[in-house]
């Protein structure tokens, strides 16, 4: 059974930093793009970062700059390193893997960001 199980979010003011982790299963670790997707009240959820199998990545236009994806193939872990964080970061934060199975999403890890 595959799960994929965020953590690391909380409350944090604008500039601050966060880093979120995603636990995977090793059934799609070692094959699979990830990428951490995020959903703000009223809004579609939207991918921010992706990751390949191959260390490649690739980033919302809204994000470049501040947050970094990065995998750990040996703890079958997907991170996303959040800096110079806004207001406008705010919403839940997911992993999925590339594109999405709707049966991979988990509870996400809520990120608040206060002005």
């Known amino acids: 059974q595959v799960q994929l199980v965020e953590s690391g979010g909380g409350l944090v003011q604008a500039g601050g930093s966060l880093r979120l982790s995603c636990a995977t299963s090793?059934?799609?670790?070692?094959?699979?793009?990830m990428g951490w997707y995020r959903q703000a009240p009223g809004k579609q959820r939207e991918l921010v970062a992706g990751?390949?199998?191959?260390?490649?990545?690739n980033y919302a236009d809204s994000v470049k700059g501040r947050f970094t994806i990065s995998r750990d193939n040996t703890l079958r872990t997907v991170y996303l390193q959040m800096n110079s964080l806004k207001p406008e970061d705010t919403a839940v934060y997911y992993c999925?893997?590339?594109?999405?199975?709707?049966?991979?999403w988990g509870q996400g890890t809520q990120v608040t960001v206060s002005s």
């Open positions: 990751i390949t199998s191959g260390g490649s990545t």
């Open positions: 999925n893997v590339r594109p999405p199975v709707y049966d991979y």
């Open positions: 090793r059934i799609i670790f070692g094959i699979r793009s």
